[in-house]
């Protein structure tokens, strides 16, 4: 059964670092989405991307934060300069449609120190 | 925007009982309602999911009703079996959004032999 599929699992990284997230989506999926879960927290939308544009983000999504499918497989999130509290569970997720249902991937543990 | 609250955050319950969590949501043209299992180091993995034009689905053990009218949803588990025992999500998905969902704050199931 296809999967949705993150790198790395975990990363440990210091404040004021760039990281970026990976994922690949299922093959023929069209609409990508990055979540974030803090530590005993709800999951919290922070982007979706269709057609190779931002379609809609949240307020957590600033100007530190970038999407990217730089080949027409993977998608990509990269935070610029990472704080302390961005610490959390990266999920990627994609479908086909918005009326699709929408596979998460296994998720990044990110740690920021 | 949307709201989810989700009730209970934890429900533990005998092997063979009835679990049952409950939903609210704030916006009421939010049309899709799914509901995520998350295991320990997974990403969700979606169980059950229904659309506003309809009242109540059922797949096996799990179920799922809607009241359009008092906005909110409950998610149904007969017979439990320890493999159950996992994180539940609620979520909302509004109409004119582009596919981003809105969790519940999750409820942790412990199902007990």
């Known amino acids: 059964e296809p999967e949705v599929t993150q790198t790395p699992s975990h990363q440990v990284t210091q404040m004021g670092q760039e990281v970026i997230l990976r994922c690949v989506p299922i093959?023929?999926?069209?609409?990508f989405y990055w979540y974030r879960q803090i530590l005993g927290q709800k999951v919290e939308f922070l982007v979706s991307?269709?057609?190779?544009?931002?379609?809609?983000k949240s307020e957590i999504f600033d100007d530190q934060f970038s999407v990217e499918r730089p080949d027409g497989s993977n998608f990509t999130l990269k935070i610029r300069s990472t704080k302390l509290e961005d610490s959390a569970m990266y999920f990627c997720a994609s479908r086909t449609s918005p009326e699709g249902t929408q596979y998460f991937g296994p998720g990044t543990r990110l740690l920021v120190l | 925007g949307e709201n989810v609250e989700q009730h209970p955050s934890t429900l533990s319950v005998q092997e063979g009982d009835s679990a049952v969590i409950k939903c609210t949501y704030s916006?009421?043209?939010?049309?899709?309602f799914p509901w995520y299992k998350q295991e320990l180091g997974k990403g969700p993995q979606l169980i059950i999911d229904i659309r506003s034009n309809v009242g109540e689905k059922k797949d096996q053990r799990i179920a799922v009703t809607l009241n359009k009218t008092a906005k909110h949803f409950s998610l149904h588990i007969t017979e439990t079996q320890p493999e159950d025992s996992a994180v539940y999500f609620c979520a909302a998905s509004e109409a004119d959004s582009w596919g981003k969902l809105q969790f519940g704050a999750g409820t942790q199931v412990v199902v007990t032999p």
């Open positions: 916006d009421s043209a939010s049309n899709y």
């Open positions: 093959s023929n999926h069209l609409y």
């Open positions: 991307f269709y057609n190779n544009e931002i379609s809609e």
